[in-house]
């Protein structure tokens, strides 16, 4: 039972590495924007706004937090097209178990963001971006982003088994590239109108990006980091408790 | 006793307000083609995906191989396949990846799966098309990719939500070649259509439903015979000719100019017969047509009597 389980997850993994690498298009239109946004800001708005740093270095670690989100969308559409195509369907009619679906879509978005990620940071030490983490801090961040791209994984999900068509399913990204803006990732939370400061300082995205840029630049992480955990592990246990609930008993 | 493989016993599913199942009975032989025929929304596909334990039914119970679906699900998904209404397969995959992936899915062993993938892959004359990715399938090749894929698991019982909706008339044929085949290999085929000539080529047995009922039950010829027998239309030169022939042959007159139906069981007998009186006569005939009642008839017939009950 366990070892189809793990045969099963396997097998619709690759199914969805198969799916990144024959659908690159998208893959580097996610790119783009992050990418695009970080050139923006760094050459543009970047020298009208004050943050005691080399702006490129305030910068980075939002936008790859905003890359993070902008892939996460790819589980709630794959899981929308899946549904609207009838391979749920038909999968959900032979005898394996039904989260190992969701389990594919997980996995392949780790690996689809292990990618984008990568791609990124390169373009980002090229424009001069000089984090001075060591090999503990570099653990730390890739076990933070991994904490990121799994739990919003499942978020997306959730959003995918909802959404009655793929287009609906795609709306979940609004959250996922909203939320970093009202944070302290591209201005420092103490120059926005006072309701945005108290919304932006109790969001799960502000000690993550804190955390984050924190770890890579040396600077004193003070709670970020416990803050980050407290949020992104709830989100995550939620919706894959949610998630897995949810698709045993989708009725149509 | 005759081996009922699916039976379906006063079946009731409700969204909302809206009745789609009104209580449903079937019985369905193996190694049969049946079909269930029906308009859009008369609740054909509702019968399939609580068959295939995708739904679950309000009330009523329905037993594939004698497992209840409801309590056994798992059991049942081991015997069954389901094709879909629209073709599920993966359009980023080859049609051979589609293949091998399911075949994993069901845990056969690789080699199980090479041989099965190939020759399935034969079967449905995929084998050219096998390394191309799904999406430059045609309508038809990716239906018969669906129904190859759903043989993997040798199923003993087959659902194939509309198979041809859809399709180009050459692929429709190619598709019902397809599963003729299948059932003569002993698999149950339960098949839904909006198409009557598709349940009338292909089905041992047919049920029209209607409203969420079953409102006529039998073999294409025994539905037929609700309606009626067949017309026989001589179609004469003029209008002198048509009135001298009804004079000796009797019948009505026709949709048609100078035309004279008659009607019969036996339609061949007295087409002969009444071609022998003509002759004998020197009356001679035009165009004579023979129009036996279709499924269409049927279907108008037995949907008309339910929306007056």
Redesign the interface.
């Known amino acids: 039972m366990m070892r189809?389980w793990v045969?099963?997850s396997w097998?619709m993994t690759?199914?969805q590495v198969?799916?990144l690498f024959?659908?690159l298009d998208s893959l580097f239109i996610s790119i783009a924007l992050p990418v695009m946004m970080m050139l923006l800001f760094v050459y543009v708005f970047g020298g009208a706004i004050e943050t005691g740093m080399d702006y490129v270095n305030f910068v980075v670690p939002s936008v790859i937090v905003m890359c993070v989100g902008q892939t996460c969308v790819f589980p709630a559409t794959g899981i929308a097209e899946d549904k609207t195509?009838?391979?749920f369907?038909?999968?959900?009619?032979?005898?394996?178990h039904s989260s190992t679906l969701l389990i594919g879509q997980v996995n392949g978005n780790i690996i689809r963001n292990i990618v984008s990620t990568s791609l990124v940071m390169g373009v980002a030490m090229l424009i001069g971006f000089r984090p001075s983490a060591g090999l503990i801090e570099w653990i730390a961040i890739l076990s933070i982003l991994l904490l990121l791209v799994v739990s919003l994984s499942w978020l997306s999900i959730i959003f995918g088994l909802m959404a009655s068509s793929v287009e609906v399913a795609s709306s979940v990204s609004m959250i996922f590239l909203f939320l970093p803006y009202l944070s302290d990732g591209f201005v420092p939370v103490d120059t926005m109108p006072s309701v945005l400061k108290s919304i932006a300082r109790h969001q799960p995205f502000t000690p993550l990006i804190n955390a984050l840029r924190a770890l890579m630049l040396g600077l004193p992480i003070e709670n970020n980091l416990w803050l980050t955990v407290s949020w992104f592990v709830p989100i995550l246990f939620i919706s894959m408790a949610f998630a897995s609930t949810m698709v045993k008993g989708i009725?149509? | 006793m005759k081996n009922t493989i699916i039976s379906i016993e006063n079946l009731t599913k409700r969204y909302g307000d809206k009745e789609v199942l009104k209580g449903v009975n079937l019985n369905v032989e193996a190694g049969t083609i049946f079909a269930l025929l029906g308009e859009n929304g008369a609740g054909k596909t509702t019968t399939v995906?609580i068959l295939?334990?995708?739904?679950r039914a309000d009330n009523g119970v329905a037993k594939i191989g004698g497992i209840d679906v409801n309590k056994k699900p798992?059991e049942v998904?081991?015997i069954?396949?389901?094709?879909?209404?629209?073709?599920?397969?993966?359009?980023?995959?080859t049609g051979k990846?589609n293949m091998e992936?399911?075949g994993?899915?069901?845990?056969l062993s690789n080699r199980e799966i090479r041989t099965s993938v190939n020759s399935l892959l034969n079967q449905f004359d995929l084998i050219s098309a096998a390394k191309k990715?799904v999406k430059d399938y045609s309508g038809g090749m990716r239906r018969k990719l669906d129904l190859a894929?759903s043989l993997l698991?040798q199923p003993k019982v087959l659902f194939l939500d509309e198979p041809t909706t859809g399709l180009d008339p050459r692929s429709r044929l190619s598709m019902w070649k397809s599963i003729q085949e299948l059932a003569k290999n002993g698999v149950t085929i339960f098949l839904t259509t909006q198409y009557l000539d598709e349940a009338d080529k292909l089905a041992d047995k047919i049920a029209v439903i209607d409203g969420g009922m079953i409102v006529e039950e039998g073999t294409a010829d025994e539905l037929k015979s609700i309606v009626g027998e067949d017309t026989l239309g001589f179609t004469f030169k003029n209008e002198q000719l048509t009135t001298a022939a009804m004079k000796l042959i009797g019948g009505e007159e026709g949709d048609t100019p100078y035309e004279c139906v008659l009607t019969s069981e036996e339609s061949v007998e007295l087409l002969r017969e009444t071609l022998n009186v003509l002759h004998q006569n020197m009356i001679e005939v035009e165009k004579v047509n023979i129009r036996k009642p279709t499924l269409d008839d049927v279907f108008m017939h037995t949907t008309k009597r339910s929306e007056e009950k």
Request: no cysteine.
């Open positions: 189809y045969m099963d097998t690759q199914r198969k799916h024959r659908n195509k009838g391979i369907d038909r999968l959900r009619s032979m005898p394996i009725k149509k | 995906k295939s334990t995708l739904i798992r998904k081991k069954i396949s389901l094709t879909g209404q629209y073709a599920s397969v993966d359009e980023l995959l990846e992936m399911m994993k899915l069901y845990h990715q894929i698991s």
